[in-house]
């Protein structure tokens, strides 16, 4: 993770913004002290305006670490908050993050909780880059659910007995989203399958294999590829994500063994998803489009590289379009790599233009 704290963030109709003690009036009266809104929370109903001030006191002394994430819900057009919604559990070995979230009963059923957890879902994935969201209620607690869903979250089961609320010993219902299914989503390239390449009609239900890889441009203006001579075979720059690493730590990595490069300015090209069900293989991979900073180091190697010949060698744009796409396509597995690189170099190619 990279934390970076409470943001402001804008959405169509909110202002998600850093709570002030001014809001404590708001608070009160807007949510913390109704038992319907707080009959499935974890913190008891306010009796006193002076808790709501105790809270905005802790809260607004806790904004100075870079690891707190707390916002207030605000529609634009009214001009004070409605709700909160905030990171209440994070697992820094395991990247992922849980959010929780209440509004007063008088905006219920309009929406704002969803278009608020949609943009904390993004920040968390694009800015903090975390690689798992989860969420949590009580399955009697219906509407809270609908919003999970709402979002793209993925009912993953309930625990029975398994928290408290302020009605007792209660179920908890968790909810999902992983990093490549919002990737896949949002930023989707292209989805390569058998069917579509001509290959066939199998199908693989494997876990996909994460990976990383890039357009790599040089001070000349050249594009990078990988050349492996054992099978005479050119490809983007990349590999697999390891463990505890984001796809941008590996496209770094990646470019620095692969390419001698480190890399300068960064920008997502996005996502393709490979099905290769002949192969029994499914990959997702993130293309990024790098400008070469330090160049001509040393390649850092595989032995397995090493044995099959790898080398970077640099081409002009529309050469090295050229080279992808007029490879031997015999095997199966080439014809992916074709697919899913020239989906990137066109998307290159859009950006430049810009």
């Not at 806790?62 to 990171?87: H, N, Q, V």
């Not at 010993?169 to 989805?191: G, M, P, W």
């Not at 081409?315 to 992808?324: D, H, K, M, N, P």
């Not at 020239?342 to 430049?352: D, G, H, M, S, V």
Request: charged share 30%; proline share 3%; aromatic share 10%.
């Amino acid at each position: 993770m990279r934390h970076i704290g409470t943001k402001q963030i804008e959405t169509e109709r909110l202002l998600l913004r850093r709570v002030t003690a001014r809001d404590a009036e708001a608070m009160y009266l807007g949510w913390a002290s109704d038992p319907e809104v707080t009959k499935y929370l974890t913190w008891p109903t306010y009796t006193s305006i002076d808790d709501a001030h105790s809270i905005l006191k802790l809260w607004v002394s806790e904004y100075g670490k870079d690891d707190f994430y707390l916002w207030a819900i605000e529609p634009k057009d009214l001009g004070r908050p409605i709700g909160t919604i905030s990171m209440v559990e994070m697992n820094e070995n395991a990247n992922w993050v849980e959010i929780g979230y209440c509004i007063g009963r008088s905006w219920w059923r309009q929406g704002y909780v969803s278009e608020a957890l949609k943009a904390l879902i993004t920040y968390f994935f694009e800015e903090v880059g975390v690689g798992r969201i989860q969420a949590t209620h009580d399955p009697r607690n219906v509407g809270s659910g609908a919003v999970m869903r709402k979002c793209g979250m993925t009912y993953e089961g309930t625990l029975r007995r398994a928290a408290r609320n302020n009605l007792g010993v209660c179920d908890a219902s968790f909810y999902s989203i992983l990093r490549e299914e919002y990737d896949r989503k949002h930023h989707l390239l292209c989805e390569l399958n058998d069917e579509k390449l001509q290959i066939g009609d199998s199908f693989s239900t494997n876990w996909p294999r994460l990976a990383a890889r890039a357009v790599v441009r040089n001070r000349e203006g050249k594009i990078g590829l990988v050349y492996v001579e054992k099978y005479d075979l050119y490809a983007m720059p990349g590999g697999g994500v390891e463990d505890g690493e984001s796809p941008l730590d590996t496209v770094r990595r990646e470019v620095r063994e692969e390419a001698g490069c480190t890399c300068g300015e960064i920008a997502p090209l996005g996502v393709v998803y490979e099905n290769r069900g002949s192969q029994n293989f499914v990959q997702q991979s993130w293309y990024y489009a790098v400008e070469a900073a330090e160049e001509n180091l040393p390649l850092a190697l595989t032995d397995k590289e090493k044995e099959n010949g790898s080398q970077i060698r640099w081409f002009t744009l529309e050469e090295a379009i050229r080279l992808i796409d007029t490879q031997d396509m015999t095997l199966d597995a080439r014809k992916f790599v074709r697919a899913r690189d020239l989906a990137a170099l066109e998307a290159y190619r859009k950006l430049r233009e810009i």
